[in-house]
Each structure stands twice: as structure tokens, then as C-alpha cells.
């Protein structure tokens, strides 16, 4: 029998802890796991899904507009209500949390509603007190919204609240150039705000290809979100009626109902008893692991955000099911971190997969293959909104390196581009492939002009 209460105890219920945790009780080992907000993590309760529900609902407006150009017509004006959106989503967001849980306990994961420290290499404490003693423990507590440093800065919502407030701001002044501050503005800005994007950058999205940068700018200026960029807040201060005045570095005011805060994300460590544990963390304050997720503490394994690795939800999923195949399964099994695909919903949307051009361009010569179109849905409807694609492929050898592209549906695109681009797919295999029409993604496999521009 063994000395431990349970095998493995999982310190949070999100996408990464809830797929170690089924995974690793279905090859035997008794698992426990602690979650102390709800069950589903950042991703199914306050982020990505959330999130995709809310940026569907800032599009119909567009979609209303376009119909009258393919012969539709409405009686009055559509009316949008705030309450009725988030209750709709806390529905969903209720129903997916749900079957977290009862996929935990069809796979005998005993469940601990509450906050879960680690009390040393071997054990937890429960927020009761209660201690459980374990053989290995797998951090998976994600991560959470970066505060501000300014005077003020308690004034300010985070993604957290937005998808919980009372009512729709007229007004709201956003700080960040992010995925997160870009798909809030466009949100917003969708919905009827009054949207002011505010980053300390020179440009949005650090990290991305430049073309998809500058498009998504200019698709959020279309939107009428007004976007300041090498300006940061400075201070925030009450006003009436529960509004906020935004002072900003360079000395201008603004008057909003809302300010949030999208300057980044941080690792859920605090108070956790890692380090007295003997889990190293970084200097970001990430726990550090190697390829096997597996700590300076040999008993204790991290996944997801905590780590700072990769932060997207299907990685963190990934990362839970390679520890699991690994300690349990028999299995040694790591994540490779090249060319994954990822997505940032603003409208227009991006999709990109592989290097930029400026990385390819670093490590060898590249052919660039690019354009800029107006898709066939815009011809009728009128929309002053074109569709980037481009290909960064490696002179040498043709292979694509990366695939780009800013456009309605770019995420659903770019998933498929993935695979060719994972399975380390030519140019030449690109122009192969028999284009499907009329689309949009028909485009990826016509181009024959190099750039030269």
C-alpha cells in the first residue's frame, strides 16, 4: 500500500490540470485535484471562450450593415442588449464548466473546492488545513492580468471584470497592444463604445509578422477605435457618477466610464510554498521545468501558464497530457513548440502559423509571396475591408516557413495551413494543391509572384 494519501494532486482546474488529471487516473494513479474559483481555468471561464462568444456578438452589427447590399432589409433598427449577451454567455460559460467537472469524475478525480498551497515536496494544505500527502504534485495554476504601477491604477477593470460589467461603457480607455487590449477594443467598438486604445509601442502585437501589425491597426482605426501609440497612462483618477478620468503621459484627459488594463499576464505563484519547496522560479517569476514539465523539485511538475512557456490554452492541454503519458503512461513524451498556429480575433482577424519574415529573414535568404484583396462578400456589401495573405518561404529550399494572413475566418484558415507547414510543406506543395473557388483560402495556394516590394 502506498504512503501517500493519493499519487498525484493537481493544484488547479484549468485545460492544463483537468487533462493531466483524467489522463493520469486513467493509466491508474489516484489523483486529487484543487481549484479554488471554478472548474475550466482562465480559457472557459473569463478568457478565450468567453472572449470568441463576446467578439461574435460585436459582428453582427457588420453583418446587419452588409445584408442591405445582398437585398435585405429590416423593418426597424436592430437593438443590442448588454444583459441579455452576458447572461447568454454565463449560461455557456456554466454548461462548459459543468461538464469539466463531470468529466473529472467520470475519471475518479476526487475534487477539492478550495485554494490548495504546497506544504512541501510530498504534501498540500487545503485553505480548511486539511494536509494531503501526495507522490507527485503538478502545478497548474495559470496565470492572471499584470496590476498597474500608477497612481489610480486600482481604478481600472481587467479582462477578469470585463466580461462581468453591469453595463456597456460609452466610453473606455484600454491600455495595452496585446492580443487581449486588441480583441476588448474591437469588442467594444463593435458593441457601440467609444473605444481609445492606448500602448507605450510603436506598434501593436510585439512579435508578429510587421504586415500583420500594421493591418491590424487599420482595421481597428476602421472600426472607429482611436489608437495612441508610444503613450501610456500616467494616472487615473474617480469622476462622477463612478467615471474615470485618464490622465496620460503626454499631458491629455480623457473622460471615460470605463479604463482597462491589458499590459500583460503573470504567473499564479504567489503563496503557493514553491520555493520552500525547492522549486526554482525565473526571473519573471515563472516556475521552471524542463522538457518533461518536471521542476527543480523532482516530486513536483508544472504545465501551463505558471510556466511562461507558451501561454495558449491548447499547449497548457498538451503540456497535462505529455506529463501524464510520461509519469504514468510509460510514455516519455515532450511538446514541441515550433509552428503552432494562434489566432487574435479583432475584425478583421489574424491567423498566423511559422516564422515572420523578419526571424526567416535572419536566418537565410527567403522569397516573399504576398497579397491584398477584397473578398467576394465585400463586393457586394460594400466594405471598405481587404484580406492580407502572405507566405514566407526559404529560398533555398522552397519550404514554408510561415503563412500570415488578416481576414474574416483567418483562424479557422490558418489552423489547416498549420499541419502543412508542421509537416514541413514546399511552396511547391502549396502550388500543388488545387485551389478550391470561390474562396478566400484559395488564394494560399495561387500565389506565383514573388514580393518585391
Not at 48 to 72: I, N, Q
Amino acid at each position: 500500500m502506498s504512503q501517500y494519501d493519493v499519487d498525484l494532486f493537481v493544484i488547479g482546474a484549468g485545460s492544463g490540470g483537468v487533462r493531466a488529471a483524467r489522463i493520469a487516473s486513467g493509466y491508474g494513479a489516484r489523483v486529487a485535484v484543487a481549484e479554488e474559483y471554478r472548474i475550466g481555468g482562465t480559457c472557459v471561464i473569463r478568457g478565450c471562450v468567453p472572449k470568441k462568444l463576446l467578439v461574435y456578438a460585436s459582428r453582427f452589427p457588420d453583418g446587419f450593415e452588409d445584408s442591405a447590399g445582398f437585398g435585405w432589409s429590416f423593418p426597424a433598427e436592430p437593438t443590442f442588449s448588454w444583459a441579455a449577451l452576458i447572461a447568454a454567455k454565463d449560461k455557456e460559460i456554466a454548461r462548459l464548466s459543468g461538464l469539466y467537472e463531470q468529466n473529472l469524475a467520470k475519471a475518479g478525480v476526487a475534487i477539492h473546492r478550495q485554494r490548495a498551497v504546497v506544504a512541501g515536496p510530498n504534501a498540500v494544505r487545503l485553505a480548511d488545513g486539511t494536509e494531503i500527502t501526495a507522490e507527485r504534485i503538478l502545478v497548474a495554476a495559470g496565470g492572471g492580468p499584470t496590476v498597474g504601477d500608477f497612481p489610480g491604477a486600482e481604478l481600472a477593470i481587467s479582462s477578469n471584470e470585463a466580461f462581468d460589467l453591469a453595463e456597456l461603457p460609452e466610453k473606455i480607455v484600454i491600455a495595452g497592444g496585446g492580443y487581449i487590449a486588441i480583441e476588448f477594443a474591437g469588442v467594444f467598438a463593435g458593441l457601440g463604445s467609444q473605444v481609445t486604445l492606448v500602448h507605450r509601442g510603436e506598434k501593436l502585437l510585439r512579435g508578429f509578422d510587421e504586415d500583420l501589425r500594421d493591418e491590424v491597426k487599420a482595421g481597428l482605426e476602421k472600426r472607429g477605435v482611436i489608437v495612441r501609440l508610444n503613450e501610456r497612462i500616467a494616472s487615473i483618477a474617480a469622476g462622477e457618477g463612478g467615471s474615470k478620468r485618464v490622465s496620460l503621459a503626454s499631458g491629455e484627459t480623457l473622460d471615460a466610464d470605463q479604463a482597462m488594463l491589458a499590459i500583460g499576464r503573470a504567473p499564479h505563484v504567489g503563496g503557493l510554498g514553491l520555493e520552500a519547496a525547492g522549486v526554482r522560479l525565473n526571473e519573471k517569476g515563472a516556475v521552471e521545468v524542463d522538457a518533461f514539465s518536471q521542476t527543480s523539485a523532482p516530486s513536483i511538475y508544472a504545465v501551463g501558464d505558471v510556466t511562461d512557456r507558451m501561454n495558449l490554452t491548447p499547449v497548457a492541454i498538451r503540456e497535462g497530457h505529455a506529463f501524464a503519458d510520461t509519469v504514468y503512461g510509460g510514455r516519455p513524451t515532450t511538446v514541441d513548440l515550433s509552428n503552432v498556429p494562434t489566432a487574435v480575433f479583432a475584425t478583421p482577424e489574424l491567423g498566423t502559423v511559422g516564422l515572420t519574415e523578419a526571424e526567416a529573414r535572419e536566418k537565410g535568404e527567403v522569397d516573399i509571396y504576398k497579397t491584398r484583396f477584397r473578398s467576394m462578400k465585400a463586393t457586394l456589401s460594400g466594405r471598405d475591408e481587404k484580406v492580407l495573405m502572405k507566405l514566407v518561404v526559404d529560398a533555398a529550399t522552397t519550404k514554408v516557413l510561415g503563412v500570415h494572413i488578416v481576414g474574416e475566418d483567418a483562424a479557422e484558415m490558418i489552423q489547416v495551413a498549420g499541419i502543412a507547414v508542421k509537416m514541413g510543406a514546399t511552396k511547391a506543395d502549396f502550388d500543388a494543391t488545387v485551389a478550391l473557388h470561390p474562396s478566400a483560402a484559395e488564394e494560399l495556394v495561387t500565389l506565383r509572384q514573388k514580393w518585391t516590394g
